[in-house]
């Protein structure tokens, strides 16, 4: 019998000072959460909560840790160290503008429990339901990569070096969408930092950054971890 490790649901979230925005993304998160509830049957959720000043969520599901405006690496590691202080098995990754669908994850924590010690791609290399175990990010820092300083894509650096340092320790989800997806397109979605129109004038930049990002955090990962 596959044994079952324990998981929690990490999500970075931010509230801005706008009033519209922030009603948009305390919305969208209290809706990730009942989704959350409903798939994962109440799995806990580790919440690093920016700027959310008096917003306050009661629940005994919940660790929320509150701090001012980290950025999105910094963010990002705050994560990661919580997730590791807590002790749990696996962490599964979430944006506070994350959609849910679905009628159950049960087949997706399945999959993890086969891969203990490992790590496991959703979307390519967006951290959306992305997972991984306390053995692989207990060895690797997250990258110090700024999207909003144009210094590339934290997440395509980060799934990128940890598939070439770790080889051998990481899976590819098999899709099943009926019972559990991530839907969002923050392309096209007003209230995102990733829409379409904001980030135009600014791909060429950031693919190019992109590349030096990769080679540089792969480098340092490579000698914190004494391989050649």
Same mark, same amino acid.
């Given at each position: 019998?596959?044994?079952?490790?324990?998981?929690?649901?990490?999500?970075?979230?931010?509230?801005?000072?706008? +009033?519209?925005? *922030?009603?948009? *993304?305390?919305?969208?998160?209290?809706?990730?959460?009942?989704?959350?509830?409903?798939?994962?049957?109440? =799995?806990?959720?580790?919440?690093?909560?920016?700027?959310?000043?008096?917003?306050?969520?009661?629940?005994?599901?919940?660790? =929320?840790? *509150?701090?001012?405006?980290?950025?999105?690496?910094?963010?990002?590691?705050?994560?990661?160290?919580?997730?590791?202080?807590?002790?749990? %098995?696996?962490?599964?990754?979430? %944006?506070?503008?994350?959609?849910?669908?679905?009628?159950?994850?049960?087949?997706?924590?399945?999959?993890?429990?086969?891969?203990?010690?490992?790590?496991?791609?959703?979307?390519?290399?967006?951290?959306?339901?992305?997972?991984?175990?306390?053995?692989?990010?207990?060895?690797?820092?997250?990258?110090?990569?700024? +999207?909003?300083?144009?210094?590339?894509?934290?997440?395509?650096?980060?799934?990128?070096? /940890?598939?070439?340092? &770790?080889?051998?320790?990481?899976?590819?989800?098999?899709?099943?969408?009926?019972?559990?997806?991530?839907?969002?397109?923050?392309? &096209? %979605?007003?209230?995102?930092?990733?829409?379409?129109?904001?980030?135009?004038?600014?791909?060429?930049?950031?693919?190019?950054?992109?590349?030096?990002?990769?080679?540089?955090?792969?480098?340092?990962?490579?000698?914190? /971890?004494?391989?050649?």
């Amino acid at each position: 019998m596959t044994p079952k490790l324990t998981k929690a649901i990490g999500i970075i979230s931010y509230m801005p000072d706008d +009033v519209e925005l *922030r009603a948009v *993304r305390f919305g969208r998160l209290l809706k990730l959460l009942g989704e959350c509830d409903r798939l994962f049957h109440n =799995i806990p959720v580790i919440i690093i909560a920016q700027c959310w000043g008096e917003t306050d969520i009661s629940s005994e599901n919940y660790h =929320i840790y *509150r701090y001012e405006k980290l950025g999105i690496p910094g963010a990002r590691a705050a994560l990661r160290e919580r997730f590791l202080e807590l002790g749990y %098995d696996y962490l599964i990754m979430l %944006d506070d503008d994350c959609e849910l669908s679905g009628t159950s994850a049960a087949n997706y924590l399945w999959q993890i429990d086969r891969h203990p010690g490992e790590f496991g791609i959703f979307r390519g290399s967006l951290l959306k339901l992305f997972a991984i175990s306390r053995e692989i990010y207990s060895k690797v820092t997250f990258p110090d990569v700024d +999207v909003e300083k144009k210094q590339g894509y934290e997440d395509a650096v980060f799934v990128y070096a /940890l598939k070439e340092l &770790f080889p051998q320790n990481y899976f590819v989800f098999i899709p099943q969408p009926d019972h559990l997806n991530e839907v969002s397109d923050p392309h &096209f %979605d007003k209230f995102s930092t990733w829409h379409w129109e904001k980030l135009e004038e600014e791909r060429w930049i950031l693919s190019n950054a992109n590349m030096k990002a990769k080679k540089d955090y792969l480098a340092l990962m490579k000698y914190k /971890l004494g391989i050649k």
